[in-house]
C-alpha cells in the first residue's frame, strides 16, 4: 500500500490495515469470497465485484456500525478513501459538530452522508439522477434509522445546486461530490490515456454504470457548472467541494476559478493503498482557511541546496565573517532583501526574499555592459572633436577681429567680452551650418549703445557679464569637450530652434538658470528671457536615485523566500539555501549556481 504513509492521519486505516481472517470469521459473505494459501493468510480477487462488495461492506458493519446493501452493477466505493473525505471536511470546519452538508450524486451506497452522520451528527441533502441509485440510497438510510438527518431526492438535471437550494430556506455548510471522471467510453476504457505503456495494468475492476463513470465534458466541465452556479448562490453554501479523479483537472480548474475571480480555494490529496484521488474547494467566507494534507507538507520537506566554499577563494580570509559579508555584498548587487537571524563568528543565517531575478544570464550583461561602455568612449570621443573645432571657430573669430577678455580681470583666456567692429560679420557656428537660418545672423541692433548692454554667460559652474554687443543674438562658449554652452537666444531663433534652447538649459546649473538674463538694450528683436530648469542639485540627484535593496525590507511580492546560512562544517565553511516559500524552486538552485560561480 505505496500511499498509505500519506494517508490522512486520523484515518483508522492508516495504521490498522483491515484482518481479513478475522473479517472472514465474523462475517459469511466475505467469507465465501476470501481464499486462503498454504501460509494461511487470505486473499480476495478484487478483479471480481463480489470481492469487492464482500470487503466493503464487512468493514462499514465492523468499523462503523452500518449496515449497507448495494447491487453489483453500480459504483461500489473504497471506505478508506471516502473516509478521507470527511475527514478532510473535518479539518476545515474545525472538527465541528452538527453541519449541514449537500452530497451531489450520492449513489446506491449514500456512503458519504452515512459516514457523516455516524461520525459527526452532521446532517445531509443528498441528491441522485439514476433511480436504482435513488431507491438503494433510500433504502440504507431507513435500514440505519437516519431518516431524520438525511434527505434523499431525485435531480433531473444539470444544476444539481441550484435546482434543490431553488426553494429551501436557510444556508448549508458545505458540499460535496463524486463526479463522473470520464468524458467519453472510449476514455473510461482507458483507449484515450496518456498513461505510458509500460504502467501495469490495475489490480481490481470498477463496477460503475455509465452515469456514474461518464458525462459530457467529463470530471471537468462538471465542476465548472458547480463554479458558476456558486457564483449565484454564492453564501447559499459556505463551502463548495469536489472529488477529482485525475490530477490534470486539478490546475484546469484552479485556473476557472481564478476567471472567475474566485480567490479563497485549495486542493488536496487522498492517499490510500495504491490509489490517490483530488480534491478541489473553493468558498466565499473570508473565515475559511484551507488545510494542507500530509502529502503537500511531506512534499515541501526537502533538504537545503548546500555547497563547500573553497579556500583561498577571493583573496579574503576563510572564515565565516569575512565570506559571510563577501555574500551580502553578492546580495545587494542583486537586489536581494534579506534580514539578519543569526549572525556570529560561527554562522550568519538569513532570511531572504528576492523580488527580480538579477543572476541569470551573466555572461550576456558583461557582453551588453562592453558594448556600452564602447559606444560611451565613441560618443566622448566624438564630443571632443566636435570640441576642437569650436576652438578653431574661436580662434578664426579673434582672427576677425573679435577681442575675447574677462570684464573683470582682463584675462583673456577665460571668459569672454566681445568687442568688434561694425564692418565685422559674426556667424554663430551652428547658424552657420543650418542653411535655413542664415538670415537670423543679421545685425538687428545698431542702436545699441556701446558699454550698456549685459549679456549674462553661463557656464556649468559661474556666471559672467558680457558686454559691447553689436549685432550679436546667439553667444556660445564651450565649457567641456562634450557640452556645449548656449547663454542667450533672440526670440526668433528660440522659435525656429527650441530644441537647441532646451539642450542649452539641460547643460546649465540651476544657481545661474534661475535668474532671468536682462538686457539694457533698446532692441525690437530681443527681449528679457526667464529660464527656469530642473533641479540639478546633490539632494535632488540623491533623491531620485534607485534605492537600494537593504537589510530589513519588507517586500509586498516575491519571488521567492529561502534561509541562506554560512557556517563551519568540520574544517571547511559551507553554504546552505533552504526553501521557504515561492512560486518556483528552480529559482533557488539557480541562485546557488551564481554564488558557486562567484566564489570558486
Known amino acids: 500500500m505505496a500511499f498509505n504513509k500519506f494517508m490522512h492521519p486520523r484515518n483508522i486505516y492508516k495504521e490498522k490495515r483491515p484482518d481479513f481472517k478475522a473479517l472472514a470469521v465474523k462475517y459469511e459473505e466475505f467469507r465465501e469470497q476470501a481464499t486462503q494459501d498454504l501460509t494461511g493468510k487470505v486473499h480476495l480477487d478484487f478483479k471480481k465485484p463480489e470481492s469487492h462488495r464482500?470487503?466493503?461492506?464487512?468493514l462499514l458493519k465492523d468499523d462503523f456500525g452500518l449496515d449497507v446493501q448495494i447491487p453489483l452493477d453500480r459504483l461500489i466505493p473504497a471506505?478508506?478513501?471516502?473516509l478521507n473525505y470527511i475527514l478532510w471536511l473535518e479539518d476545515i470546519f474545525g472538527m465541528q459538530k452538527n453541519l449541514k452538508g449537500i452530497d451531489i450524486g450520492t449513489g446506491a451506497s449514500c456512503i458519504y452522508p452515512l459516514l457523516g452522520c455516524k461520525t459527526n451528527n452532521w446532517s445531509f441533502l443528498t441528491t441522485e439522477v439514476d433511480e436504482q441509485n435513488l431507491q438503494f440510497a433510500r433504502e440504507n438510510v431507513t435500514r440505519n434509522g437516519m431518516n431524520e438527518f438525511i434527505e434523499v431526492v431525485h435531480s433531473k438535471s444539470d444544476h444539481v445546486l441550484s435546482e434543490v437550494l431553488s426553494d429551501r430556506p436557510g444556508a448549508y455548510d458545505f458540499c460535496m461530490c463524486n463526479p463522473p471522471f470520464f468524458g467519453s467510453y472510449l476514455e473510461a476504457q482507458g483507449v484515450l490515456s496518456s498513461k505510458s505503456a509500460d504502467r501495469p495494468e490495475p489490480m481490481s475492476i470498477s463496477t460503475a454504470s455509465e452515469v456514474e463513470g461518464i458525462v459530457q465534458g467529463g470530471e471537468v466541465e462538471f465542476v465548472k457548472k458547480m463554479i458558476s452556479q456558486s457564483l449565484v448562490l454564492k453564501d447559499k453554501v459556505r463551502v463548495y467541494t469536489s472529488m477529482l479523479g485525475k490530477k490534470s483537472s486539478v490546475q484546469k480548474l484552479k485556473a476557472e476559478l481564478v476567471n472567475s475571480q474566485i480567490t479563497n480555494f485549495a486542493s488536496t490529496e487522498f492517499c490510500q493503498g495504491r490509489t490517490m484521488r483530488w480534491a478541489i474547494a473553493w468558498t466565499f467566507d473570508p473565515t475559511i482557511t484551507f488545510p494542507k494534507s500530509a502529502f503537500q507538507q511531506k512534499s515541501k520537506e526537502k533538504p537545503?541546496?548546500?555547497?563547500?566554499?573553497?579556500a583561498g577563494v577571493l583573496d579574503i580570509d576563510y572564515t565565516v565573517t569575512a565570506l559571510g559579508r563577501k555574500v551580502k555584498d553578492?546580495?545587494?548587487?542583486?537586489?536581494?532583501?534579506?534580514?539578519?537571524i543569526t549572525n556570529t563568528t560561527a554562522e550568519l543565517?538569513?532570511?531572504?526574499?528576492?523580488?527580480e531575478i538579477m543572476w541569470t544570464n551573466q555572461r550576456k550583461k558583461r557582453r551588453q555592459n562592453l558594448r556600452a561602455s564602447l559606444e560611451t568612449e565613441k560618443k566622448v570621443k566624438s564630443d571632443i572633436d566636435d570640441g576642437q573645432g569650436d576652438k578653431?571657430?574661436?580662434?578664426?573669430m579673434e582672427d576677425s577681429g573679435v577681442i575675447m577678455e574677462d570684464t573683470d580681470t582682463g584675462n583673456t583666456s577665460d571668459m569672454v567680452n566681445v568687442k568688434e567692429t561694425p564692418k565685422t560679420d559674426i556667424k554663430n557656428p551652428l547658424t552657420s551650418k543650418n542653411k535655413d537660418n542664415e538670415d537670423?545672423?543679421?545685425?538687428?541692433?545698431?542702436?545699441?549703445?556701446e558699454n550698456k548692454s549685459a549679456l549674462a554667460v553661463v557656464t556649468g559652474a559661474e556666471s559672467v557679464a558680457a558686454s559691447d554687443i553689436k549685432g550679436i543674438h546667439l553667444l556660445e562658449q564651450t565649457v567641456s569637450p562634450t557640452i556645449p554652452t548656449f547663454c542667450a537666444v533672440s526670440s526668433t531663433r528660440m522659435e525656429k530652434d527650441s530644441s537647441v534652447h532646451a539642450h542649452a538649459m539641460s547643460s546649465c546649473s540651476s544657481a545661474d538658470l534661475t535668474e532671468p538674463v536682462e538686457s539694457n538694450a533698446s532692441c525690437s528683436s530681443t527681449h528679457t528671457v526667464g529660464i527656469t530648469v530642473p533641479d540639478m542639485s546633490e539632494s535632488k540627484l540623491k533623491s531620485s536615485a534607485i534605492a537600494p535593496v537593504v537589510e530589513g525590507t519588507t517586500e509586498a511580492?516575491?519571488?521567492?523566500?529561502?534561509?541562506l546560512s554560512v557556517k563551519k562544517f568540520s574544517s571547511a565553511i559551507q553554504m546552505e539555501i533552504a526553501w521557504m516559500e515561492g512560486g518556483n524552486r528552480e529559482l533557488m538552485h539557480q541562485l546557488l549556481q551564481y554564488f558557486k560561480n562567484k566564489l570558486k
Not at 537545503?304 to 573553497?310: N, T
Not at 578653431?392 to 578664426?396: F, K, L, M, V
Request: glycine share 2%.
Open 79 to 82: 471506505v478508506p478513501q471516502r
Open 392 to 396: 578653431d571657430d574661436a580662434e578664426n
Open 54 to 58: 464482500a470487503l466493503m461492506c464487512a
Open 349 to 355: 543565517v538569513l532570511h531572504v526574499s528576492a523580488k
Open 304 to 310: 537545503p541546496l548546500s555547497y563547500v566554499i573553497p
Open 557 to 563: 511580492e516575491f519571488m521567492f523566500k529561502s534561509k
Open 440 to 449: 537670423i545672423s543679421e545685425a538687428a541692433c545698431a542702436n545699441v549703445p
Open 330 to 340: 553578492m546580495l545587494d548587487d542583486l537586489k536581494i532583501g534579506y534580514k539578519h
